[in-house]
Structures are given as structure tokens and as C-alpha cells.
Nanobody, 127 residues
């Protein structure tokens, strides 16, 4: 069984920074892409950022472009999310996800692309 474990969440003031980490544990597996989604209270889970290991391409939601940076290590199935210039509207539970099947028929911005999910880490940005 594969588990994704997120860390690095917390409380930060607006304008501050946080770095989220996600590491896979359990049985060995290969992923084709990994990403981050977030869910604010009372709202649906939405795409934040993703990285494709095959193309090394990175993808971002418009709301975080220029502020967030995704990076990672394919061999270790580890992904990071550097979040700068945080805003109160970034407050949410952040989830890490991995695509172990290569579901290229689904956009990388879609949660249908990913089959493994972490439990989430809370990020709270105070104004």
C-alpha cells in the first residue's frame, strides 16, 4: 500500500511563506505526475499546482502563479510546494496527489488524473 504524507503546514501572516512537503511511503511505485490541491472551508477541492515527471513541465492555477513553486524528485516520489506572498484566501487544507497510472486522458489540473492522495495539511494565513 502506498501512503502520501504531507508536512509543513501551519499558521502564517499574510505576506509570509511556507514550504509544504509530500513523501510517498509503503510499497515501491512509480508516479507519472504529482500535484497539490486545496480545499477551503465550505468549498470544493481545487487544483493548485502539478509537475509531470515525463516532460518536467509544471502547471499552476492562475490564483497562485508567480507566488507558488512546485518541485520534486521523481526517484523519491517526493514533491514540494514553496508558497510565498501568502494571502488569507490561500487558507485551506492542502492535499498531495500522485498519478501512478499515467492517466494522460485526464488533464493534469483534474483530480481524476490522480489515484493516490494524502490526508492533507492545514495552511492558515492570517490578515
Amino acid at each position: 500500500q502506498v501512503q502520501l504524507v504531507e508536512s509543513g503546514g501551519g499558521l502564517v501572516q499574510a505576506g509570509g511563506s511556507l514550504r509544504l512537503s509530500c513523501a510517498a511511503s509503503g510499497r515501491t511505485f512509480s508516479s507519472y505526475a504529482m500535484g497539490w490541491f486545496r480545499q477551503a472551508p465550505g468549498k470544493e477541492r481545487v487544483f493548485v499546482a502539478a509537475i509531470s515527471w515525463r516532460s518536467r513541465g509544471t502547471y499552476y492555477a492562475d490564483s497562485v502563479k508567480g507566488r507558488f513553486t512546485i518541485s520534486g524528485d521523481n526517484a523519491k516520489n517526493t514533491v514540494y510546494l514553496q508558497m510565498n506572498s501568502l494571502k488569507p484566501e490561500d487558507t485551506a487544507v492542502y492535499y498531495c496527489a500522485a498519478d501512478s497510472f499515467g492517466r494522460y486522458s485526464e488533464p493534469i489540473q483534474s483530480d481524476r488524473r490522480f489515484d493516490y492522495w494524502g490526508q492533507g495539511t492545514q495552511v492558515t494565513v492570517s490578515s
